[in-house]
């Protein structure tokens, strides 16, 4: 069975800049691995996605913010996150997905069974 473990995050002013590494074992298939978040009182939403063949999604309010990125070797994906927004304070919890070599990776949460425990980021005005 598929194991992340997060971590990152933290406090940080608004402008500021953090990261995000999710660490995934026990798997040799293609996949998608993603990124999502929740804040208190909202739906879990999704923040990016990555395939193993590299190909990412972003939701529009983090576009040209955030990064997402893995090294495929360490079977680690990262979220960097720069101009951070009071409204991007959440817990992020990174998720896994079966793929295949042609398939997108949604940014919905449906087809996502694994998921990490979550890490609270939070941006202060």
């Known amino acids: 069975q598929v194991q992340l473990v997060e971590s990152g995050g933290g406090s940080v002013q608004s402008g500021g800049s953090l990261g995000l590494s999710c660490a995934a074992s026990r798997y040799s298939s293609i996949r998608c691995l993603g990124w999502f978040r929740q804040a208190p009182g909202k739906e879990r939403e999704g923040v990016a996605t990555?395939?193993?063949?590299?190909?990412?999604k972003y939701a529009d309010s983090v576009k040209g913010r955030f990064t997402i990125s893995q090294d495929n070797a360490k079977n680690t994906m990262y979220l960097q996150m720069n101009n951070l927004k009071p409204e991007d304070t959440a817990m992020y919890y990174c998720?896994?997905?079966?793929?295949?070599?042609?398939?997108?990776?949604?940014?919905?949460?449906?087809?996502?069974?694994?998921w990490g425990q979550g890490t609270q980021v939070t941006v202060s005005s």
């Open positions: 998720a896994f997905a079966y793929s295949r070599a042609t398939w997108d990776c949604p940014l919905n949460s449906s087809p996502y069974n694994t």
């Open positions: 990555i395939h193993t063949y590299g190909r990412t």
